[in-house]
């Protein structure tokens, strides 16, 4: 089993919204992740063992007006206990505690989620919304930086499903 990335209790919803499940399209690009919704300033935890890969920007308003500046934190995991392959982990929307070259361990704290949507933009629509969310993605191990996956392109060949990782863990 894999440790989750959030602690239970810090989550405001089980539910993914449409728009937050991964490969939802959003106007002209898909979701590459799946949006996990918090209360303020949850801690990140590394899932597994592994080493920070990346660390970059994230969001801002320059990709979105209603979006914040946040982070992502890339940790390359080996996975070698469990039936899956050698994977980078984006743990997005964050406030990194790491730096890349980074050993990380298993439950380990290595960011905070940040607010990535400006106030006033809750979405009362949807149960357990919140404006602080992690926004959680898996890509083939030779990854290195997050990019769109914009609707007029094929899928990225590296990306992969997170809810395989979800699904490993208690959340």
């Known amino acids: 089993m894999l440790e989750p990335p959030i602690p239970l209790e810090y989550r405001t919803s089980q539910q993914v919204s449409s728009q937050g499940h991964f490969k939802a399209r959003r106007g002209r690009y898909y979701h590459t992740g799946v949006d996990l919704y918090t209360s303020p300033d949850a801690p990140v935890h590394a899932m597994a063992d592994g080493v920070v890969v990346g660390v ?9 007006p209603g979006w914040r ?5 890339l940790v390359l995991h080996p996975f070698s206990w469990v039936d899956l392959a050698p994977g980078v982990v984006v743990y ?3 406030d990194p505690m790491v730096v ?3 050993p990380v361990t298993a439950g380990q704290q290595i960011a905070t989620v940040t607010p ?9 629509d949807i149960e357990g919304h919140s404006r602080w969310m992690l ?37």
Not at 56 to 64: A, V
């Open 69 to 73: 500046e946040t982070m992502a934190v």
């Open 100 to 102: 890349v070259g980074d």
């Open 56 to 64: 970059e920007k994230f969001t801002g308003p320059d990709q979105h």
């Open 116 to 124: 990535v949507l400006a106030s006033g933009q809750e979405r009362p």
């Open 135 to 171: 926004h959680l993605e898996f890509h083939a191990e030779d990854v290195r930086h997050t990019y769109d996956w914009l609707v007029a392109e094929p899928e990225p060949s590296t990306l992969r499903d997170p809810y395989q990782l979800l699904a490993l863990t208690q959340l």
């Open 92 to 94: 997005g929307e964050v």
